[in-house]
């Protein structure tokens, strides 16, 4: 079993910037890779972002590319959101999932953990 809690959401402007934190526990976290998702009312859950088991390759959603950083401490066992330059089509629920049943999977069906999900509201 994996348990993972996110935490960092908030309401911020366009332009402005949040960090997201997803921490994990249980007796297979660790040498995992993980997966950011989003969720917007009336939409479907769509990929974000996603990193291997040690932070070396990461892979992003086109419209994210160049404004999102995602990254993982595995002392910490915690994997990050770095989010800058936030748009309003940016809102929605993150979720952060584990493990992919493929390397790099950009599909939620594919991963069988979740966390509860923070808001993230950007306003225009």
């Known amino acids: 079993q994996v348990q993972l809690v996110e935490s960092g959401g908030g309401l911020v402007q366009a332009g402005g910037s949040l960090r997201l934190s997803c921490a994990a526990s249980?007796?297979?976290?660790?040498?995992?890779?993980m997966g950011w998702f989003r969720q917007a009312p009336g939409k479907e859950r769509e990929f974000v972002a996603a990193?291997?088991?040690?932070?070396?390759?990461?892979w992003y959603t086109d419209s994210v590319k160049g404004r999102f950083t995602i990254s993982r401490d595995n002392v910490k066992n915690t994997v990050y959101l770095q989010m800058n330059n936030l748009k309003p089509d940016d809102t929605g629920v993150y979720y952060c999932?584990?493990?992919?049943?493929?390397?790099?999977?950009?599909?939620?069906?594919?991963?069988?953990?979740w966390g509860q999900g923070t808001q993230v509201t950007v306003s225009s």
């Open positions: 999932a584990a493990p992919p049943k493929r390397y790099g999977s950009n599909i939620a069906a594919e991963y069988d953990y």
């Open positions: 990193i291997n088991w040690n932070g070396v390759t990461t």
């Open positions: 249980g007796r297979t976290s660790g040498r995992i890779g």
